[in-house]
């Protein structure tokens, strides 16, 4: 719940923010000054940027937790316990021991969604981001894919 509370605070906050350049942008389109004008067109790409990697982190945020969501019900999310460090991090070592049976079970499955979220979790408990990340968006696609009954993504 403090992660979604945390969420809403930064969107709005980022809205904020947009709006106020937004609202720069537009004076400085109708200063007359060509100076100002040009400024006022640059300022108008930054809150398009905004909105739209807002946008696209809220939905990619939204069907992630779907999807854990889904396999929760289907009691199909991984059961390991990773320890915990002091600082609340997993202990990396026993995820990354943990990783290459989610690999394997993806090279064997590549069109399961279910396959690539957990593996987003596996690279997740290693602390690797990017590539969790990645692997969730490929199991978001692969579900959509799957509810449409396309063949794949």
């Known amino acids: 719940?403090?992660?979604?509370?945390?969420?809403?605070?930064?969107?709005?906050l980022l809205l904020l923010y947009i709006a106020l350049v937004g609202q720069r942008a537009v004076l400085l389109l109708v200063s007359g000054d060509a100076a100002g004008i040009?400024?006022?067109a640059a300022l108008?790409?930054?809150?398009?940027?905004a909105v739209w990697g807002l946008?696209?982190?809220?939905?990619f945020g939204w069907r992630a937790e779907?999807?854990?969501a889904m396999l929760e019900a289907e009691a199909?999310?991984?059961?390991?316990?990773?320890?915990?460090?002091?600082?609340?991090?997993?202990?990396?070592?026993?995820?990354e021991a943990l990783f290459p049976a989610y690999r394997a079970?993806?090279?064997a499955s590549p069109q399961d969604w279910r396959a690539w979220f957990r593996l987003g979790l596996a690279y997740d408990g290693a602390?690797?981001?990017?590539?969790?990340?990645a692997a969730v968006r490929k199991a978001i696609a692969l579900e959509s894919a799957e509810r449409r009954g396309v063949s794949g993504p």
């Open 44 to 49: 108008i790409v930054l809150p398009l940027l």
């Open 76 to 95: 199909d999310l991984p059961d390991e316990e990773i320890d915990v460090r002091p600082s609340g991090r997993p202990d990396r070592a026993q995820a």
């Open 66 to 68: 779907q999807l854990g």
């Open 127 to 133: 602390g690797d981001r990017r590539r969790a990340r």
């Open 1 to 12: 719940m403090k992660a979604r509370i945390g969420v809403v605070v930064m969107a709005a």
């Open 105 to 107: 079970e993806v090279e």
């Open 55 to 59: 946008g696209r982190e809220l939905w």
């Open 38 to 40: 040009a400024m006022g």
